[in-house]
């Protein structure tokens, strides 16, 4: 009777945790919203009036305060409950976009849909991740993945229905519809959340095995530590490539290969799957094998479709298909590789703090990225010479990655 009431037990928690993930990346499609601006710049442009320039502030400020805050709040995860977290960030979200509906101009916009909304993604984005860690000591990186896929994959899901939205009601209208509906979606997806107890833990002992034991960090001894200053330059080279070929897309699709505007629309939406399936997929590796082979995984893919698209040329459909697929790809790959070797080498109890400073890596190599595509293309004209640096950088992050990260 004890082994059945046991065994019972076993069975509820291991069905338990996955509850959290499915809210996870229910609750990441909402935050992912961001990545659909978008849909939203040219109606923008025509209500108030301005050019591409202006339009892009509310999104460059909202990718700004989300790093930035992130960075912020992971201090306070162990302080108060990932309810109050998540329920706080997801209020400013919310607020944000109802704001932003009643924004005259394209600065107050900025400060809406950009400052506010863009902190509130920041205060509650590392909540899931910290959360399906603990209930995952046996595949961490994998459900990290899995959370993440939610954030990667969101515009091919919201993007449709804000287009749908601004139709019917007009794109300020549109942003209070969604303020609301986030308001009210993302408490309620949120209330069952919590860490394991410590029966519960003590449970997931027995359904998982005993977890590979890691040393524990506070963001000072870990920024101190070898490790970091390779894990932190990698991500930056990898989100550098990753980001400065995302936003070459379209521009390449049409310019070197000859799209129209369709196709290449069709295929950015095709790309995204791939951007999404890279997370879990990496996640994965991290967790079977390591952060090192992980990362000198993804620098070879990626060098290999930068060749490949060395050799492209107009018509050259098939070659872009393929390199690019493997570029959004491997994208989605390195933001699942940071966030679990953070986990994996520096432990759980500082996780969120940990992170959110490693993840100021992404603002940087967003900023290189662009600004360096950019460079190079006025200077040289050409896309080629951006596919050799990026085969370059590769050759350089895995010997980085080789010398730094241990196996």
């Not at 301005?50 to 460059?60: A, H, K, N, V």
């Not at 932003?100 to 991740?129: C, D, H, M, R, W």
């Not at 098939?318 to 493997?326: D, E, Q």
């Amino acid at each position: 009777m004890g082994n059945k009431l046991f065994l019972r037990k076993q069975g509820k928690v291991s069905n338990l945790r996955w509850l959290y993930v499915i809210l996870g990346i229910i609750i990441m499609l909402c935050f992912g919203t961001v990545y659909s601006w978008s849909i939203f710049r040219m109606p923008v442009e025509k209500v108030f009036n301005i050019g591409s320039t202006q339009s892009g502030f509310p999104y460059m400020t909202s990718l700004a305060f989300y790093a930035l805050f992130m960075m912020l709040s992971g201090r306070y995860f162990n302080k108060f409950s990932p309810r109050v977290i998540i329920l706080t960030g997801s209020l400013l979200l919310s607020a944000g976009w109802i704001l932003s509906s009643f924004s005259p101009n394209i600065y107050t916009l900025t400060i809406t849909y950009g400052a506010i909304s863009g902190a509130g993604v920041g205060i509650a984005y590392g909540v899931p991740l910290a959360i399906v860690t603990k209930w995952f000591p046996d595949k961490k990186g994998f459900v990290i993945g899995l959370v993440l896929l939610g954030f990667g994959v969101s515009p091919l899901v919201t993007a449709p229905l804000a287009k749908i939205l601004i139709e019917i009601f007009g794109v300020m209208k549109t942003f209070l519809v969604l303020g609301v509906a986030f308001g009210i979606i993302i408490p309620i997806l949120s209330y069952p959340l919590k860490y394991p107890s410590e029966s519960e833990t003590n449970e997931l002992k027995n359904v998982t095995g005993k977890e590979k034991e890691s040393n524990e960090f506070d963001t000072k001894k870990m920024i101190r530590t070898f490790s970091f200053k390779g894990l932190y330059v990698n991500f930056i080279i990898g989100t550098m490539v990753g980001l400065m070929l995302i936003g070459l897309t379209s521009s390449v699709g049409i310019q070197l290969i000859g799209l129209s505007q369709i196709q290449v629309a069709l295929m950015i939406s095709f790309f995204a799957i791939f951007n999404g399936i890279g997370r879990p997929v990496f996640g994965w590796i991290t967790d079977k094998f390591s952060t090192k082979k992980a990362m000198i995984v993804s620098y070879i893919l990626i060098a290999t479709a930068a060749l490949i698209m060395s050799f492209a040329g107009n018509g050259s459909i098939v070659l872009f298909g393929i390199a690019f697929s493997i570029f959004w790809f491997n994208l989605g790959g390195w933001l699942a590789i940071a966030p679990t070797a953070t986990r994996i080498l520096y432990g759980a109890n500082n996780y969120s703090q940990n992170f959110g400073v490693v993840f100021t890596a992404y603002g940087i190599g967003a900023v290189l990225g662009v600004a360096g595509s950019g460079l190079i293309l006025d200077i040289f004209k050409s896309y080629y010479y951006i596919f050799y640096l990026i085969i370059v950088l590769c050759a350089s992050g895995c010997l980085l990655a080789i010398k730094t990260m241990k196996d």
